[in-house]
């Protein structure tokens, strides 16, 4: 398996270094940028003629697939066209972000599940960030307004899926996934544009049951916590996309270790930052974290070294590596967040990753997976492992020009 690793990592700090010297960041980002200009505009014009379809990912043939806009993935397509629009100002990219984004807009009503926040936040909230178009913020409170119906008062969290039969018989009741953490950042959003403090108390009250309920004693996190709808305590601790309900499915620490960080800068609660950085210590020090720094898609996988990487959790902690580089006030622990991030950006822009031009269905990453259990979406493109591949490049080149 080292040997296996250091290969690959040889690779990556030689791409693009016929000099002997790594890639300059800048240099990387650009190239990454570059071809993701070029994938995202093939894609995008291959939906042109269905005005309702999302891209989601390809099947085995290479076929793409899509979704409507109730798909908890709808979002990440329209931000990555916004991030796209940030680093280019390109005006045809911005007519695709404009489009996309309209595409998702009926789901500002949805309230019976939580992803209304991914969904509209990456989104509209990304649209409105960088125009001021004042049609999309009604959008964003709307969708605001409808995640809060699904908060529960007894428990202090926000109901993450509704009860089907299927989960009843598993017994749960109200079920959490960690990754709700990043639905947060829409309620946040909405008390700043609105002045009503009710989002933000909600989002702090998920926030701080979720840091008192939904973490291991090694600072691992679990994927759904099921909360007892009569006593409002947490009566199960489970997974649905994990390897097991003890293990540490990798995408599950992503969004803590990002939602944890993203809570900070919302609030500027210190004991936020202090479990981002358990979060990130559980990661950095784990040694089945291969050394090109994209997990395995749970870090418990049986099958490890031969198991299926997952890009899309690489992107989404390099994005907020970034966010806790700046926010750490210990230097030594800044430096390591710091290059965490700039190794997983490297490795996600090296071939291995980054798709080349014209293939991968047009999407930028290739190697994320869904959900194994499940035997969905194993080993493929999907759409958010490319919007936050773009944010962490985004953040990174904002944080250290320099590089
Ligand atoms: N929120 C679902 C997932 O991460 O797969």
């Known amino acids: 398996m080292k040997r296996k690793n250091t290969l690959i990592l040889l690779s ?20 990454a940028f570059s ?7 093939f894609l995008a014009s291959e939906l042109k003629t269905d005005p309702l379809a999302l891209p989601r990912t390809i099947d085995a043939q290479g076929r793409l ?9 709808s979002g990440f397509f329209p931000g990555t066209l916004w991030y796209l629009f940030e680093y280019t100002h390109d005006r045809q990219i911005l007519e695709l972000a404009r489009d996309f984004t309209a595409r998702v807009e ?12 991914f969904i509209l936040n990456c989104s509209f909230g990304n649209g409105y ?8 913020r009604p959008v964003l409170l709307q969708g605001a307004s409808s995640l809060a119906t699904r908060f529960r008062p007894l428990s202090g969290v926000i109901q993450s899926w509704d009860i089907a039969p299927w989960s009843t018989r598993l017994g749960w009741q109200c079920p959490v996934i960690i990754d709700n953490m990043m639905n947060l950042e829409l309620l946040t959003r909405a008390s700043e544009l609105s002045g009503d403090p009710r989002f933000r108390e909600m989002a702090v009250a998920h926030a701080e049951t979720t840091l008192k309920n939904h973490f291991r004693k090694d600072h691992s996190s679990y994927h759904v916590v099921s909360y007892d709808t009569l006593s409002g305590r947490p009566h199960l601790h489970i997974t649905k996309q994990g390897y097991s309900d003890s293990s540490a499915w ?6 803590a270790l990002y939602g944890f960080s993203m809570m900070y800068r919302e609030t500027g609660e210190k004991r936020y930052l202090q479990q981002a950085e358990l ?3 559980f990661l ?28 899309s959790a690489a992107a989404v902690m390099a994005s907020a590596f970034v966010e806790l580089s700046q926010a750490s006030q210990d230097p030594e622990a800044a430096r390591k967040y710091r290059e965490a991030a700039q190794m997983q950006i490297r490795s996600l822009a090296a071939d291995t990753y980054l798709a080349a031009p014209g293939t991968n269905g047009g999407f930028i990453l290739k190697h994320s997976v869904g959900s194994l259990p499940d035997n969905s979406e194993v080993d493929v493109p999907l759409t958010y492992a490319d919007y936050y591949f773009l944010e962490a490049m985004l953040r990174y080149k904002a944080a250290y020009p320099e590089d």
Request: glycine share 6%.
């Open 129 to 136: 960030r960088l125009t001021g178009d004042e049609q999309y």
């Open 65 to 73: 697939v899509t979704s409507d806009s109730h798909w908890w993935t």
């Open 106 to 117: 009926r789901e500002q009503y949805t309230t019976d599940n939580h992803d209304i926040g």
């Open 250 to 255: 990798a995408r599950g620490q992503a969004w």
């Open 284 to 311: 950095l020090r784990h040694p089945r974290l291969p050394e090109d720094m994209v997990p395995y898609w749970d870090f418990d996988a049986p099958d490890i070294p031969d198991a299926p990487r997952d890009a």
């Open 35 to 41: 071809r993701a200009c070029e994938q995202t505009v």
């Open 279 to 281: 979060i990130a210590d």
């Open 12 to 31: 990556i700090l030689a791409s693009g270094c016929s000099s002997g010297h790594p890639e300059p960041m800048s240099q990387v980002i650009d190239r």
